[in-house]
T-cell receptor, first 107, second 117 residues
Framework: SSELTQDPAVSVALGQTVRITCQGD??????VTWYQQKPGQAPVLIIY???NRPSGIPDRFSGSTSGNTASLTITGTQADDEADYYC??????????FGTGTKVTVL | QVQLQESGPRLVKPSETLSLTCTVS????????WSWIRQPPGKGLEWIGY???????NYNPSLESRVTISVDTSRNEFSLNMRSVTAADTAVFYC???????????WGQGTLITVSS
């Protein structure tokens, strides 16, 4: 299965915008989903089907894909957004893979 | 509201088989895929595999030789068996519902499985 690479960590000032990227060969062919995980908790789906948010997920979260790079953007970052973020996609054999994860620190 | 709950022994000896069950409540298992995902302490998420409600399966190629996922829709549960475990298999194991279009929309709380003698 393909690999998905993310920056290990990013920091963002409160109220500012941060973009988290996910790179992989399969991203141009299959949809990318994004998950937020806080310490000691299960991951939560925050973006699916390119740029859709489940009920209850704030609209400051948005997703996009260009070529082999997917991005999750948090606009107007809140303290509660401090968490690990993982991208996820599939390959031609419907094997799913998670990105390496990005830890977001809110300053 | 769909809820998932993992259950099973929390301590497994090396070389033995890890067995977990996920009980689904608040919704039908029909028309969805049901997946297992794990996370070693301090590390990232790893997809183990999924089973469709009809019984069709798909596994992570790196684990396929040691893993079996089964489903019992009459009991609203699905299970994971992982054979010949080692300390490297110590992880939090999550069960999750996977939409047919490939996103994991409901997750169990996770259970820490330790492989140790």
């Amino acid at each position: 299965s393909s690999e998905l690479t993310q920056d290990p960590a990013v920091s963002v000032a409160l109220g500012q915008t941060v973009r988290i990227t996910c790179q992989g060969d399969s991203l141009g062919r299959f949809p990318v989903t994004w998950y937020q995980q806080k310490p000691g908790q299960a991951p939560v789906l925050i973006i699916y089907a390119k740029n859709n948010r489940p009920s209850g997920i704030p609209d400051r979260f948005s997703g996009s894909t260009s070529g082999n790079t997917a991005s999750l953007t948090i606009t107007g970052t809140q303290a509660d957004d401090e968490a690990d973020y993982y991208c996820n996609s599939r390959d031609n054999s419907a094997h799913y893979v998670f990105g390496t994860g990005t830890k977001v620190t809110v300053l | 509201q769909v809820q998932l709950q993992e259950s099973g022994p929390r301590l497994v000896k090396p070389s033995e088989t890890l067995s977990l069950t996920c009980t689904v409540s608040g919704g039908s298992m029909t028309s969805y895929y049901w997946s297992w995902i794990r996370q070693p302490p301090g590390k990232g998420l790893e997809w183990i595999g999924y089973i469709f409600f009809s019984g069709a399966t798909n596994y992570n190629p790196s684990l396929e030789s040691r893993v079996t996922i089964s489903v019992d829709t009459s009991r609203n549960e699905f299970s994971l068996n992982m054979r010949s475990v080692t300390a490297a298999d110590t992880a939090v194991f999550y069960c999750a519902r996977m939409h047919t279009n490939g996103w994991f929309d409901y997750w169990g709380q996770g259970t820490l499985i330790t492989v140790s003698s």
